[in-house]
């Protein structure tokens, strides 16, 4: 299976509702987990990050959170806008060798409708 | 401070001819790579370099070429176009690919290449 799985592809809601992104990744080494959201036509950009030290982190509207017993982490964006609407990518470092490279989620698109 | 940059933002090829897409920054960055974007196929790594003079294969590496000359420079060599190559190309710094607590990519603008 795929190092960082992301779930769902597709994500619609209407404005004002909650949005729910998870991921799960393979390798228990792993311990920094970010989100990037990426605007059409746009470069993925970091919105919000974690590391395995701690189980959740909030930012104004946006949260992650993270079990490392199960390997998973979600992202929570709470009273959605239509800005919002793009596609995220969770990432987690998977170890390589000696290093640790950055792999990333399928994407979701979200949809966050007026 | 400009970041990453990347050059062309457009290009189109014919079939079996060969380019190099460039990608600088400016941020001292040990890590840097190169992914390709597809519609419904996420941020697909091709090749990664962890420092000058190292590069090392992704997951979709075939057609394309790397080298690691310079801490900056990280460019990207197709040497026979295909169709298949058709995708937007992202070059990314990260400060290390060994500490992993600072392994925030940051992405350059991006490279739509179209190949007939």
């Known amino acids: 299976g795929e190092n960082v799985e992301q779930h769902p592809s597709t994500l619609s809601v209407q404005e004002g509702d909650s949005a729910v992104i998870k991921c799960t990744y393979s390798d228990s080494a792993s311990n920094y987990f970010p989100w990037y959201k990426q605007e059409l036509g746009k470069r993925p950009q970091l919105i919000i990050d974690i590391r395995s030290n701690v189980g959740e982190k909030k930012d104004q509207r946006i949260a992650v959170t993270l079990n490392k017993t199960a390997k998973h982490f979600s992202l929570h964006i709470t009273e959605t806008q239509p800005e919002d609407s793009a596609v995220y990518f969770c990432a987690a470092s998977i170890r390589s060798g000696g290093s640790y490279i950055p792999t990333f989620g399928r994407g979701t698109s979200l949809i966050v409708h007026p | 401070n400009a970041g990453v940059t990347q050059t062309p933002k457009f290009q189109v090829l014919k079939t079996g001819q060969s380019m190099t897409l460039q990608c600088a920054q400016d941020?001292?960055?040990?890590?840097m790579s190169w992914y390709r974007q597809d519609p419904g196929m996420g941020l697909r790594l091709i090749h990664y370099?962890?420092?000058?003079?190292?590069?090392d294969q992704g997951e979709v590496p075939n057609g394309y070429n790397v080298s690691r000359s310079t801490t900056e420079d990280f460019p990207l060599r197709l040497l026979s176009a295909a169709p298949s190559q058709t995708s937007v190309y992202f070059c990314?710094?990260?400060?290390?690919?060994?500490?992993?607590?600072?392994?925030?990519?940051?992405f350059g603008a991006g490279t739509r290449l179209s190949v007939l």
């Open positions: 370099s962890v420092g000058a003079g190292i590069t």
């Open positions: 941020m001292n960055h040990e890590y």
């Open positions: 990314a710094s990260s400060y290390s690919g060994l500490a992993v607590a600072k392994n925030i990519q940051y």
